[in-house]
């Protein structure tokens, strides 16, 4: 009986089992036949070819051909630019080492034939028989084109200008086959101006409606093709006869809210461009998908138009919020749009992260200067300046994430795009998401190429030069693009109209009054870096600056400009760093008052002078020695002027941006970590300075301050201020439970008298730290301080720190924690550098993260860093060298 009753219940459930297969199976089948139905898209950015327009005897039609012969014609490098492709073909030298960039012609010497150049790409995609329609879409040339397919020319109307998108249905000029040729023809901008060493060269180049640093400015050399070149993706993309557009999503969060506890509803409200390709109207419905919810909107299209659709506005329940980094969680919801035509099929997908936020700004009448806000809660802007990631637009999203990384470490919120450059990339913005950095965007205008002074490095007068660019509906039609390409991250904050200067009034206002409002309306826009409009100049002159070594008083007793755009210093990097792209024979120590070596000069160290400040330390022995004593320079710099600022936080200042905070190229001056992603003395200093919640000591003084950026009070907070002398001997100054209100600074008690006492003949150094609670490090702050003389004398005669206990151990494949330990009766172990190394070559591996670096240890205490690489699992080493620590080399656990 069993068996029986067995085998029937097998039966049973293989019916049961086979009809649920099916039913599976069925709707998979479903489900796939609908995504094949759906967009597709990828890049074109391998296996293109290139060759020199005048070496070329054959037109646009001809080369496009799929049986044209390329005998002779070189790889190239897609996205990338003619020089890129010729340094990665070995036929120019690398323009950033040494004086490599004089090797290279320059194309206002050469003309623009010499940088005009064929780009063939060779690509599979049958001509569709189904009504799908196939589009090629560039993201941006530089700086106009033609372009053809399989022997037909593909645009109809001229391509012109560095910052406008294009697309392309090539549905009809794909081969039955689909072996396809595109070919394109790429003109360097005109003109390309007169690179005669002015900021911007001869200006010219702000004619074009481009990248303006290109002919040289005083942090880089020129560029010398002007960037020429398919320079950003190339993609094909596959969709039905709908194609979905520049969707556009808007948060409302209003009230001022808190990172943490239940929140109140945000509202969310969606629109997208819907283009119908076809020769017949279509219908159907856009769907927009967020947190598990879909919006939808049902639709008719006429033929060939494009139509904007607005959705319903949608309700969004205790919203997870985004937040700059620091004050919250950067919450990010993946969300899609979708066109589902009237046969249920997809006809087109968008996908896109949404960060749900809200910016708003007003006027801070005690300051004078506008004051920004992020969910109704303010927030007091510790800005770094950017110019590009590279200045040969050698872009990655690794090298976007590592750069946007570095600011999030620098305990910066926000990142100012300069207006020489560009609008940055999407990734750019991306990653900028992801870390919790506010992005105020220039638009491609400058005081020094726009005619705001009198320059007589410049061809044309001020009054013609106010006019530039020469095409302003160009100009127009760019923003607009870019305003669409990038207005959906939550990370960007402000829009400007230039850099230092307004753009001409017929791009002003239709921007500022048309534009924006309409394509984008949620952000603030200031008409120019330094206006009065966000920065009241009560000072005069241009309104930002001091530029340049500072004495640590200035950031603290001379009030500057309320909200100041640029402020900056140094930036020079370690005899590691300097090797990179200095010869041998050319690594020696720039004297003061004397010029120095060429190639210094050439990476724009003429005028840094470090010497004045280096030289307390003790002369310079030589270049190694001279770089770690920059080291010094740059950490105590860039912590003063944040702490400065902090100090006047909503009584003088609203926000400071920081010139600047990295170089796309082997500069000397304004970097807080080289060309090469390796971070120097400046990031730590500016780091520890930025806290949220802070503990310092005003330099005049000796007034020790507490500063809380944060939205809460920090309550029973245990302050210890301790003092050492050069041989390490410890004094307790106090210990003192403390408190401080939210958004506010505040003032505990002066050291100096104590300082000026202990460290009269040698100096001294003092020890300052916020204990929490659970007596966890809140802040973490050490000086050092020179004698009465101003001289760093115990510095120089500083016992060695021998006996420093170092051990390293590998906490998850990418981390490994390194805890340095000074036993009692030793000196301080003072300012040690860790280094992430190959076990082998002892080279640095790059990038690599550092929750701290540049530290010191007193005696009787200790140390812990996390060091973070995705190297870090490989046969590696920390390397280890101090003031008065010799280089060691640390086998990890």
Sequence with gaps: MYPIFLKMLYDLFMKKLCKCLFISIFFLFVGIQKNLLAQTQYELNTAWRCAAYDAVKANGEQISQPTFALTDWKNAVVPGTVLTTLVANHEMPDPFYGLNNEKIPDIYHVGRNFYTYWFVKNFEEKKPSNGQ????????????????????????????GMFLRRAFNITSLLNDKGNNRLAVVVYPPNPVGNPNGGQGGDGTIAKNVGIQYTAGWDWIRPIRDRNTGIW?????????AVNLKDPHVVTRVPAQRLPTGTQKPAFIEATADLENASDVAQTGTLVFAIAGKKITQTVRLAPHSTTTVKLPTYTLENPRLWWP?????????????????????????????????????????????RQLYVNGQRIFIKGGNWIISDAMLRFSDERYDAEVRFHRDMNLNLIRIWGGALVERPEFYAACDKYGLLVFQDFWISGDCNGRWIDPAKKEDQWTRRRYPDDHQLFLHSAADMIKMVRNHPSLAVWCGGNEITPPEDILVPLRDEILPTLDGTRWFVDYSNSDAMSYNFLGGNGDGPYGIQPLEVFWQQRTFPFNSEVGSVGTGDYESLKRFIPKENLKVPEYGTKPDTVWTYHTYTGVGYNQFIDPYGKPKDVQDFALKAQLVNYDQYRGLIEGFSAHSWEWYTGVMIW????????MRGQMYDYYLDPNACLYGLRSGSELVHVMANPIDGMVMMVNNGFSAKRNLMLVIKTYDMTGKEKLVTQVFTYIEAGSVKKILSVKNILDELGAKDGAFLSLQLLDEQQQVVSDNFYWYPNKEGQYTGLQTMPQAGQLVVKAKRISPEKIQVTLSNPTQQPVAFFNRLSLIDAQSKERLLPTFYDNNYVSVPPATSRTLTIESKQASGNVQIALEGWNVPLRYITIE
């Design 232 to 240: 950003d993706k190339v993609y094909i993309e596959k969709t039905g």
């Design 660 to 667: 600047k905070t990295q170089n796309p190229w082997t500069s």
């Design 325 to 369: 980094a620091g004050y919250g969680e950067q919450a990010l919801y993946a969300a899609s749009f979708t066109f589902v035509a009237a046969n249920n099929r997809v006809s087109d997908e968008e996908k896109l992260n949404v960060g749900v936020r809200e910016i708003q700004t007003d006027w801070n009448s005690t300051t004078n200067s």
């Design 133 to 160: 329609q196939v589009w090629l879409k560039f993201r941006g040339i530089n700086y106009s084109c033609d372009i053809y397919l399989n022997g037909k020319k593909v645009n109809t109307q001229p391509v012109v």
